[in-house]
T-cell receptor, first 114, second 113 residues
Framework: DAGVIQSPRHEVTEMGQEVTLRCKPISGHDYLFWYRQTMMRGLELLIYFNNNVPIDDSGMPEDRFSAKMPNASFSTLKIQPSEPRDSAVYFC????????????FGPGTRLTVL | DAKTTQPTSMDCAEGRAANLPCNHSTISGNEYVYWYRQIHSQGPQYIIHGLKNNETNEMASLIITEDRKSSTLILPHATLRDTAVYYCIVLPYSGGGADGLTFGKGTHLIIQP
């Protein structure tokens, strides 16, 4: 199994630009999570989906952030417009329901907003 | 807020057992103890979890005290590749569903050659 796939691995953009991060969960997993990691705040849950439906988006910091899951094999996290304080590593994770609460993380996308 | 307390950092000699403590004094009866680790520049990785019995898998052992207020993750023969931040997470049983993970600051374990 390829595991959780994220793209791009690195993204450098300028303030005000739109940024789209992508995630492909492990095949068959029906839960998908987006996390953000910064030095100041550590790892934080942003939003998660079950069967492509957003369940809890209380961690999304602002309206500039949006996430979608159009199908079981793809999710996006969009920031528009981006700001320097959005610089962080963004992780996607997936999980299979009915089993144990083990989440499988992707390698992350390192976002730098100049 | 994280429900756990862990030392900020620990050192361990290569080949020795690494024992990482975690305090979770407010744990509830239906809450599990999960351990994840994050190697530098990688995503977090699941290690092991338990409810009240001691658990062992190919990566580690988990010892939970009888009152469940603390636990210890044991890496029996630490290698340099075990250098990472280790997170102890308390998570209620989700009945097969899921909740997001709440990460604290974890313990930075450094394996010394």
């Amino acid at each position: 199994d390829a595991g959780v796939i994220q793209s791009p691995r690195h993204e450098v953009t300028e303030m005000g630009q739109e940024v789209t991060l992508r995630c492909k969960p492990i095949s068959g997993h029906d839960y998908l999570f987006w996390y953000r990691q910064t030095m100041m705040r550590g790892l934080e849950l942003l939003i998660y989906f079950n069967n492509n439906v957003p369940i809890d988006d209380s961690g999304m910091p602002e309206d500039r952030f949006s996430a979608k899951m159009p199908n079981a094999s793809f999710s996006t996290l969009k920031i528009q417009p981006s700001e320097p304080r959005d610089s962080a590593v963004y992780f996607c994770a997936s999980k299979l329901s009915g089993g144990e609460d083990t989440q499988y993380f992707g390698p992350g996308t390192r976002l730098t907003v100049l | 807020d994280a429900k756990t307390t862990q030392p900020t950092s620990m050192d361990c000699a290569e080949g020795r057992a690494a024992n990482l403590p975690c305090n979770h004094s407010t744990i509830s009866g239906n809450e599990y103890v999960y351990w994840y680790r994050q190697i530098h520049s990688q995503g977090p990785q699941y290690i092991i979890h338990g409810l009240k019995n001691n658990e062992t898998n190919e990566m580690a052992s988990l010892i939970i005290t009888e009152d469940r207020k603390s636990s210890t993750l044991i890496l029996p023969h630490a290698t340099l590749r075990d250098t990472a931040v280790y997170y102890c997470i308390v998570l209620p049983y989700s009945g097969g569903g899921a909740d997001g993970l709440t990460f604290g600051k974890g313990t930075h374990l450094i394996i010394q050659p």
